[in-house]
């Protein structure tokens, strides 16, 4: 069963707008949480990690939150752009264990 | 750098043939390891290394081989290949096994199996 659940599968934004994907994981105990980004046809590309005491942490247009006693992380997008489309990935580790468990992804479109 | 870089980038084999999967990085990283992505589903740990000599299974190591015989290269075989092989293949590495450390990802080898 797959500890870690992504939603939207997909979704589709105006360019300029903003969007939010979530991650829900069932990963205990809980040591970080990366999001990363898979552009069509490469390899994935990390954002941003956080540990289990950390809430938000930014890249540049993409901020994640995350909340460690509802096992939920978001990574939102502001002002989108068309470089934006992607898949975005949430992947969960636990303490000493480098096995990492990956979410199936969202997929973004950024349309003009 | 190159990073992380992996060859064939597409190929196309017939059911129950063999071949490899070539993975390569020059940034003097310990742990490598070979996922596969398959659609609707998470990225799963085939096979990893900790360093060079030194291999494990994965999640899903069934019908894989890899060897580590130095630190730069890690190469996946493919004994006798099936269509439920058929995905996307990622090679990716790290400074150490810790999930601290970022993982590099290659560009992906894109393996279809007739």
């Known amino acids: 069963k797959n500890q870690v659940e992504q939603s939207p599968q997909s979704l589709i934004i105006l360019e300029g707008k903003n969007c939010t994907l979530q991650?829900?994981?069932?990963?205990?105990?809980?040591?970080?949480l990366r999001w990363y980004k898979q552009d069509t046809g490469r390899g994935p590309v990390s954002l941003t990690i956080?540990?289990?005491?950390?809430n938000t942490k930014s890249n540049g247009r993409y901020t994640a939150t995350l909340d460690a006693d509802t096992k939920q992380s978001s990574l939102h997008i502001t002002a989108s752009q068309l470089s934006d489309s992607a898949s975005y990935i949430c992947?969960?580790?636990?303490?000493?264990?480098?096995?990492?468990?990956f979410g199936a992804g969202t997929t973004v479109t950024v349309r003009a | 750098n190159a990073g992380v870089t992996q060859t064939p980038k597409f190929q196309v084999l017939k059911t129950g043939q063999s071949m490899t999967l070539q993975c390569a990085q020059d940034?003097?990283?310990?742990?490598m390891s070979w996922y596969r992505q398959d659609p609707g589903m998470g990225l799963r740990l085939i096979h990893y290394?900790?360093?060079?000599?030194?291999?494990d299974q994965g999640e899903v190591p069934n019908g894989y081989n890899v060897s580590r015989s130095t630190t730069e290269d890690f190469p996946l075989r493919l004994l006798s290949a099936a269509p439920s092989q058929t995905s996307v293949y990622f090679c990716?590495?790290?400074?150490?096994?810790?999930?601290?450390?970022?993982?590099?990802f290659g560009p992906g080898t894109r393996l279809t199996v007739l």
């Open positions: 990716a590495s790290s400074y150490q096994e810790s999930s601290y450390n970022e993982q590099f």
């Open positions: 991650c829900n994981y069932t990963v205990s105990p809980f040591s970080n």
């Open positions: 956080m540990t289990f005491s950390e």
């Open positions: 992947v969960v580790s636990a303490p000493n264990d480098y096995k990492l468990s």
């Open positions: 940034m003097n990283h310990e742990y």
């Open positions: 290394s900790v360093g060079a000599g030194i291999t």
